[in-house]
Each structure stands twice: as C-alpha cells, then as structure tokens.
C-alpha cells in the first residue's frame, strides 16, 4: 500500500495551492480518502474527506469555502485545492484512506505559509 503526497510548499497569504495524493495497493474507490493536518505542537486534525461514491464531503468549519476536497477514481487519487490560504493552515498536511478497520496514511507534505 501506497500514499503519496505531493503539492506541498511555501506561499504568501491568500494564495492557493493544490495537494494531490497517488495511491496504490488498494481498492481506492471503496475507501473513504482524507486530508488531515498537524501543526507543530498540535494534534492532527481532520481537514477535509471524501466517500467512496456519490462525492458527498466534510469539512472542518476552519477551511470551510476556501479548501475543496475532490477524488478520481479512475487515477486512484485525491486531491485538495487550498485557496485563500492563511499562516493559520501551515501544516503538515497527510492524507488518509479508511475503510472499517482499515487505516492507511502518506507521509506527509509541508505547506508553509508566510510572507
């Protein structure tokens, strides 16, 4: 099983970046996909995730009409586009599959921002 993460990087507040996950070794279109975060100091916290079918999402109320998650099934990948961004959201962003008891995570991007 294969989570990789890309996408990450350092932008000036109020810019836009968009992280993409590749995944492999697994039933991708079965799994619930997620993106979570951890700030330094802080737990990791659910930003955003995904079914597997019907595209119905959830958002953490902190990036609520700036992030949207999206999903293709066809690439086994998710993505997240990330707008309007504030220092706030600097991170560690991860993404996650879940399916019963089954967890899988990448190993993270680094998203910085700062003027």
């Known amino acids: 099983v294969q989570l990789v993460e890309s996408g990450g990087g350092l932008v000036q507040p109020g810019g836009s970046l968009r992280l993409s996950c590749a995944t492999s070794?697994?039933?991708?279109?079965?799994?619930?996909m997620s993106w979570y975060r951890q700030a330094p100091g802080k737990e990791r916290e659910l930003v955003a995730n995904?079914?597997?079918?019907?595209?119905?999402?959830n958002y953490a109320s902190s990036v609520k009409g700036r992030f949207t998650i999206s999903r293709d099934n066809a690439k086994n990948t998710v993505y997240l586009q990330m707008n309007s961004l504030k220092p706030e959201d600097t991170a560690i962003y991860y993404c996650?599959?879940?399916?019963?008891?089954?967890?899988?995570w990448g190993q993270g991007t680094q998203v910085t921002v700062s003027s």
């Open positions: 995904i079914i597997s079918i019907g595209g119905i999402t």
């Open positions: 070794g697994f039933t991708f279109s079965s799994y619930v």
């Open positions: 996650g599959a879940t399916k019963g008891d089954s967890r899988y």
